[in-house]
C-alpha cells in the first residue's frame, strides 16, 4: 500500500505559477513511475505529465507541454509539478498517482495508487 499526500494548490493569477509536490510513503518510491493527472468540474480526469523512475525520461499532455515541468526526488520519496503560465482551463483538482510498472503511462487506469487531490484555481 502506498499513501500520496499532494499540495501546493492554490488561487492563482493568469500567467502566474504553482509548484505542485507530492510525498508518498514507503522505502520504494524510487521503483514506481509518477504521474500527474487532473479533473475539472464536469469533465473526466486527464493526464498531465509522467515521469520514469530515475527521472530521466518524462511525458506530458499536449496542452502543458512547454509550461509544466515534472521532476522527482528519491531522496526525498517527493514528486513536483511546477507550473508557470497558468491559463483558466488549467483549473482543476490536481492528483498524483503511482504505477509500478517500468514506463511512464498517460493511461490512468495504469496506475494503481492515487492522492486525495489538490484544487487550482486560475483566475482571470
Known amino acids: 500500500q502506498v499513501q500520496l499526500v499532494e499540495s501546493g494548490g492554490g488561487l492563482v493569477q493568469v500567467g502566474g505559477s504553482l509548484r505542485l509536490s507530492c510525498a508518498a510513503s514507503?522505502?520504494?518510491?524510487?521503483?514506481?513511475?509518477m504521474g500527474w493527472f487532473r479533473q475539472a468540474p464536469g469533465k473526466e480526469r486527464e493526464f498531465v505529465a509522467a515521469?520514469?523512475?530515475?527521472?530521466?525520461?518524462?511525458s506530458y499532455a499536449d496542452s502543458v507541454k512547454g509550461r509544466f515541468t515534472i521532476s522527482r526526488d528519491n531522496a526525498k520519496n517527493t514528486v513536483y509539478l511546477q507550473m508557470k503560465s497558468l491559463k483558466p482551463e488549467d483549473t482543476a483538482v490536481y492528483y498524483c498517482a503511482v504505477d509500478v510498472a517500468v514506463s511512464p503511462s498517460s493511461v490512468a487506469g495504469r496506475y494503481d495508487y492515487w492522492g486525495q487531490g489538490t484544487q487550482v484555481t486560475v483566475s482571470s
Open positions: 514507503g522505502r520504494t518510491f524510487s521503483t514506481y513511475v
Open positions: 515521469v520514469s523512475r530515475s527521472g530521466g525520461i518524462t
